[in-house]
């Protein structure tokens, strides 16, 4: 897979690519390694994404359909990216997210009754 460090590199491969019969790449940024790839323009993103849940530069979360693959996205992010990141469950209840800041689990533990 081809990697851009910019996004003006990956648009202009992209540009380059679709002089190609049949071929029509758009340019995407890797939330995992953090640089910009080309996928087939009618590629249904592999996990949607939560606009209830913004990153630090206000962009939507990428939503994970289980806790398993949010952790292997984050060990695979720490070994390219050297960031290690915590996995937690939205808030709004679509699916697991990723930060690079500490989580906590702020769940109450019950006391015992006598």
Not at 49 to 67: E, I, N, W
Request: hydrophobic letters at 30%; a positive charge; glycine letters at 8%.
């Amino acid at each position: 897979m081809s990697y851009y460090a910019h996004s003006e590199a990956a648009h202009a491969a992209a540009k380059t690519a679709s002089h190609q019969p049949g071929v029509i790449l758009v340019p995407y940024s890797c939330m995992v390694c953090g640089y910009w790839h080309l996928a087939p323009k009618d590629a249904k993103p592999a996990n949607p994404t939560c606009t209830l849940c913004l990153d630090s530069g206000g962009h939507s979360k990428t939503a994970f359909q289980s806790r398993e693959e949010a952790l292997s996205v984050a060990e695979n992010g720490f070994w390219s990216t050297g960031v290690l990141l915590s996995v937690y469950r939205c808030p709004h209840g679509l699916g697991w997210h990723l930060t690079s800041k500490e989580v906590r689990n702020h769940s109450k533990k019950r006391k015992k009754r006598r």
